[in-house]
């Protein structure tokens, strides 16, 4: 299934998901390094990524992307110290760069650092880092509520427009998250969504409907200069009419 800027993978199970996207953002990663000497990448957070991590960390797929050249940036964070148990940062460490062969030039959120601080001297590094032309790949999961990165239905950061990174208090989840902003994700050459497991299959059918809504879901609000791909496993994809 195609759109303008959307395609969807529909694979049988997580592992066959894990598999195809490693070898996405391989070859994503690779092209990058050989078309401007680099790979700027976006990590997400939570379970369905992190499946990811573990197989890009395996020996048979960690020496395949030249690490040195590669800059690791967060989608979001949750604002907690980086050896925290709910930090993003600790997950990817623990599920792949203490597992790499070299270490990738890495550009963690501070979340140990007070919300507004963190989320602007996040900007202020993007701001340094990143290339005009944005991130080659940001990596996305999807919640059964359709938030994407820390963007969750209700928050005003969707209407954000000028700032690349905000400070949001989530009242569902009692916490502060650090994240991008849509500008930020909408900008990047490639868009990645990860989605996995049968609680997400209503959520996946609502936005492949494609019928317009008063009131969107933040994944919903994607509007990718780039391309945005879908890789999506078969308990999640269990609505589709159609799948490939």
């Known amino acids: ?4 800027a959307r395609v969807l993978h529909t694979l049988p199970n997580q592992a066959a998901l894990y598999r195809a996207a490693a070898e996405r953002l391989l070859a994503l990663g690779t092209a990058a390094i050989a078309a401007h000497g680099a790979f700027h990448l976006a990590l997400a957070g939570g379970a369905t990524p992190q499946g990811l991590y573990t197989l890009l960390g395996t020996d048979e797929l960690a020496g395949r992307l030249d690490w040195t050249r590669v800059h690791l940036y967060f989608g979001d964070e949750r604002c907690v110290p980086p050896d925290h148990h709910d930090s993003n940062y600790r997950m990817v460490r623990e599920s792949l760069l203490d597992r790499l062969p070299v270490a990738p030039q890495l550009h963690r959120i501070n979340g140990e650092l007070a919300p507004e601080q963190a989320a602007a001297d996040y900007a202020a590094l993007l701001h340094r880092q990143l290339p005009a032309a944005g991130f080659d790949l940001i990596l996305l999961g999807l919640g059964p509520d359709g938030h994407i990165a820390s963007l969750f239905p209700g928050s005003d950061t969707l209407n954000q427009r000028k700032q690349t990174v905000t400070a949001d208090y989530v009242p569902k989840l009692d916490s502060w998250r650090i994240t991008l902003t849509l500008p930020v994700l909408n900008h990047a050459r490639h868009l990645m969504l990860l989605v996995s497991g049968a609680h997400k299959a209503d959520v996946v059918r609502h936005v492949m ?8 879901l933040p994944v919903e609000m994607l509007r990718p200069q780039g391309v945005l791909e879908w890789f999506v496993d078969a308990d999640a994809a269990r609505y589709l009419e159609h799948q490939d």
């Open 1 to 4: 299934m195609t759109s303008a």
């Open 209 to 216: 409907r494609n019928i317009a809504h008063a009131n969107p």
